[in-house]
């Protein structure tokens, strides 16, 4: 394939990935509105208020960051893993193998088609949050490129989960045992600076950690651990997990009988 070949092949996969969340979007778009709009309530209104400040902003404005890129991740991993899977268990991700598609565009245009949705659904937890907050980005290209990056991470890491998957309980497993867990302990509703000093060296080995701190440096300027680092560690796992996955693909791991 050349050059405009490959991209027409990449763009018709991302599109069939968009079309395909967006059809269904009672299903994909709105229950996530619904469930941070009560973390809002609950948290921000109810909870927040008796609570206080937090690194010298309202709990409202400090957990915002932190649940907008919650539903970043879980969507964009879970796109992906339910998307492939489903591929894989009709039997019609064969016709993508034997394909003069070159496997890196395969596994770039399911990661795009998670990072659409992942992305689709933080702008929308956005939106919403403006109904509880007023949002303010004290360095706007930072907080575009983090969520970006942690998107296309965990979209990755929804295929491998995907590729490793034998049956459609086996892609719930990651989320609901190791993700949402991690996400709940990243630092979405508190400072790690709260937390006695062992803890807060565990905490140091929670990548969720990395992503929601950054993030919050974006739109408030305050974070519990240096930028650069986070962004480093952001790169690597990103560069790891992808040789990962094309490696798995190219070896047929999980399609291949």
């Known amino acids: 394939m050349n050059f405009s070949q490959t991209l027409v092949a ?3 996969l991302v599109l069939k990935e968009i079309k395909r969340f967006t059809r269904i979007w009672p299903q994909t778009l709105l229950p996530p509105s619904i469930t941070m709009a009560m973390y809002f309530i609950i948290f921000g209104n109810l909870i927040g208020s008796r609570i206080g400040d937090m690194d010298g902003f309202s709990y409202m ?6 649940l907008i890129m919650m539903s970043v991740i879980t ?7 339910s998307s492939f899977f ?22 770039a245009g399911f990661i795009l088609g998670g990072m659409a949705r992942g992305l689709g659904v933080g702008l929308i937890v956005t939106v919403v949050s403006l109904f509880f907050t007023r949002l303010s980005m004290e360095h706007p290209l930072l907080t ?3 969520v970006v990056l942690t998107s296309a991470l965990f979209s990755i890491g929804g295929f491998i989960n995907a590729l490793l998957a034998n049956k459609f309980d086996d892609i719930s497993i990651v989320p609901t045992f190791i993700l949402t867990p991690l996400t709940y302990l990243g630092g979405v509703f508190y400072s790690i600076s709260l937390l006695p000093d062992f803890w807060q060296g565990v905490s140091m080995l929670n990548p969720i950690l990395y992503m929601v701190n950054v993030f919050r440096y974006g739109f408030l300027g305050v974070s519990d651990i240096p930028v650069g ?3 480093t560690a952001i790169f690597a796992f990103i560069i790891v997990l992808f040789s990962i996955a094309l490696a798995m693909l190219e070896r047929g791991k999980g399609i291949r009988s």
Request: proline letters at 7%; a negative charge; zero cysteines.
């Open 10 to 12: 990449l763009w018709t």
């Open 144 to 146: 575009v490129l983090v």
């Open 86 to 107: 489903s591929n894989k268990f009709q039997r019609s991700i064969e016709e993508l193998m034997v394909s003069p598609m070159p496997n890196w565009v395969i596994l």
């Open 61 to 66: 404005d400090f957990i915002v960051p932190g």
């Open 229 to 231: 680092w986070a962004l």
């Open 75 to 81: 969507n964009s991993y879970s796109n992906v893993a």
